[in-house]
Nanobody, 124 residues
Framework: QVQLVESGGGLVQDGGSLRLSCAAS????????MGWFRQAPGKEREFVAT???????YYAVFVKGRFTISRDNAKNMVYLQMNSLKPEDTAVYYC??????????????????WGQGTQVTVSA
């Protein structure tokens, strides 16, 4: 079992930056693939970025070059550094996880564990 708690959301202006954090419980954090998803009002939850236990990453096309996912296995933490934020990045951001089987997935259904989400609002 993994429990996830996000933090770091807030209100930022167009072009600004935020760093989201996700604290994970459990002794086997390093065995999990960690991901970030987001959900804007009236839209489906969508993939943002993912990182496996070895640090391999994969990003959604719309955030590549602006967002960076990272993890600290010693601290049971995963981060999402978001730069050059745009109003269309406004959403609730969720941390998610699944046990690493060697494959990197970006579909929502692949992730077994979810946090409660943190709101990110980018003003124009």
């Amino acid at each position: 079992q993994v429990q996830l708690v996000e933090s770091g959301g807030g209100l930022v202006q167009d072009g600004g930056s935020l760093r989201l954090s996700c604290a994970a419980s459990g002794r086997t954090f390093s065995s999990y693939v960690m991901g970030w998803f987001r959900q804007a009002p009236g839209k489906e939850r969508e993939f943002v970025a993912t990182i496996n236990k070895s640090g391999r990453t994969y990003y959604a096309v719309f955030v590549k070059g602006r967002f960076t996912i990272s993890r600290d296995n010693a601290k049971n933490m995963v981060y999402l550094q978001m730069n050059s934020l745009k109003p269309e990045d406004t959403a609730v951001y969720y941390c998610a996880a699944y046990y690493d089987t060697g494959l990197l997935y970006y579909t929502r259904a692949s992730y077994n564990y979810w946090g409660q989400g943190t709101q990110v609002t980018v003003s124009a």
